[in-house]
Nanobody, 117 residues
Framework: QVQLVESGGGLVQPGGSLRLSCAAS????????VGWYRQGPGKQRELVAT???????NYANSVKDRFTISRDNAKNTVDLRLNSLKPEDTGVYYC???????????WGQGTQVTVSS
């Protein structure tokens, strides 16, 4: 069982940046897809960005050109760089891992991102 722990959330003004990190308790090299989902206030959890172990990347349309995902199989980490943040990016961001981007079986506990002036 892989444990995922997120860090890096916080309060940021619109237009600002954050870097989220996810540290795994064991190797992620055998996990096909890792990445990030988020759940905004009153909304369902949605995919934000995922990356496979073949470096195939998938972004939600709403974050393309603003967010950047990366994985480091040697360090067992998954990072998400959030730029040009908007109030609608507010939510709890969850690290995930699974056999596909849409079939997560591992979840972190979540980290809060709040975009507000």
């Amino acid at each position: 069982q892989v444990q995922l722990v997120e860090s890096g959330g916080g309060l940021v003004q619109p237009g600002g940046s954050l870097r989220l990190s996810c540290a795994a308790s064991s190797s992620i090299s055998d996990i096909y897809a890792v990445g990030w989902y988020r759940q905004g206030p009153g909304k369902q959890r949605e995919l934000v960005a995922t990356i496979t172990n073949r470096e195939t990347i998938n972004y939600a349309n709403s974050v393309k050109d603003r967010f950047t995902i990366s994985r480091d199989n040697a360090k067992n980490t998954v990072d998400l760089r959030l730029n040009s943040l908007k109030p609608e990016d507010t939510g709890v961001y969850y690290c995930m891992g699974g056999p596909s981007a849409y079939a997560p079986i591992y979840w972190g506990q979540g980290t809060q991102v709040t975009v507000s002036s």
